[in-house]
């Protein structure tokens, strides 16, 4: 068996909550996939999170490992008291409704959306924020990157990013990071539960030009709707508005290229930021 790597705890809250993990998961005598197959994760994440590659941002989760390891609420009181919070309090019900969704069906005319963004990408997005301090955007980046561990589930959700071709051409922080977010898009795009698709500014398409917006299907049945704003964003379940941006998805998403093209658009983009 390889010898794991030591964890300094006092490296950061991510550090310190895997170090525990870890000396809590060892101590029961369970391995990282034991741990994984019991909460729907695979032990490649539980193991990420051991290596304090990031900190759990929700509840639930760490909920669901201290109940397999049998710790009686151990981890629990460890992660409140490791907690930085990046994510900003009006935008949780949509975390939540990420967390219990089925599919996820995103449409963004400006940005790259967050659960397909790179680290390098979203910093530059948060450290653009006006009167933003180093440590409020890297607390934005940590919890970003953490929402992307749907991603690494057993059982992900599906997801259909559709993408209008500005986003490809726009400079967030620079040719380098550009090009690495181009080869992120790519690499996501052969997940088997991701779908990325490209709106060409030569299409015309009128129907999202008003700002990105999210649709999740929940377990439950129910549909969530995300829609973005300056500043704060807004969610909701009600039905019409639900209706609505139903509509409007499948509409913008008629204007798109078929995978392979909007794939191929992506390399051409990513092409063009190395030279």
């Known amino acids: 068996m390889p010898r794991q790597p030591k964890i300094n705890p006092e490296a950061s809250p991510a550090a310190r909550?895997?170090?525990?993990?870890?000396?809590?998961?060892?101590?029961?005598?369970?391995?990282?996939?034991?741990?994984?197959?019991?909460?729907?994760y695979t032990g490649a994440a539980i193991g990420a999170i051991e290596r304090g590659m990031r900190l759990p941002q929700f509840r639930e989760f760490v909920e669901q490992c201290d109940e397999a390891l049998g710790v009686n609420g151990a981890l629990i009181q460890v992660w409140e008291q490791c907690r930085s919070d990046g994510n900003e309090r009006w935008f949780y019900p949509w975390l939540e409704a990420e967390q219990q969704a089925l599919t996820l069906r995103a449409w963004q005319p400006n940005l790259v959306l967050g659960l397909l963004q790179t680290a390098d990408y979203a910093r530059a997005i948060f450290r653009g924020e006006p009167g933003i301090t180093s440590e409020r955007a890297e607390k934005g980046v940590a919890a970003r990157l953490e929402r992307q561990a749907l991603f690494e589930r057993e059982s992900p959700p599906m997801l259909w990013a559709v993408l209008d071709e500005g986003v490809l051409q726009r400079p967030i922080g620079g040719p380098a990071v550009m090009r690495g977010q181009m080869e992120h898009l790519l690499t996501m795009a052969e997940h088997p539960c991701v779908t990325i698709q490209i709106v060409p500014l030569m299409s015309g398409c009128t129907a999202g030009l008003l700002g990105g917006f999210f649709l999740a299907q929940l377990r439950d049945g129910r549909e969530v709707v995300y829609l973005e704003s300056a500043g704060q964003g807004h969610v909701t379940a009600q039905t019409k508005v639900v209706r609505d941006i139903q509509v409007r998805y499948e509409a913008v998403r008629a204007s798109a290229l078929p995978r392979d093209g909007s794939l191929n658009l992506i390399k051409e983009w990513m092409d063009r930021w190395t030279s």
Not at 23 to 28: A, C, I, S, Y
């Open 17 to 40: 909550f895997g170090f525990e993990l870890r000396k809590l998961r060892q101590e029961v005598r369970m391995t990282q996939s034991q741990v994984g197959r019991r909460i729907g």
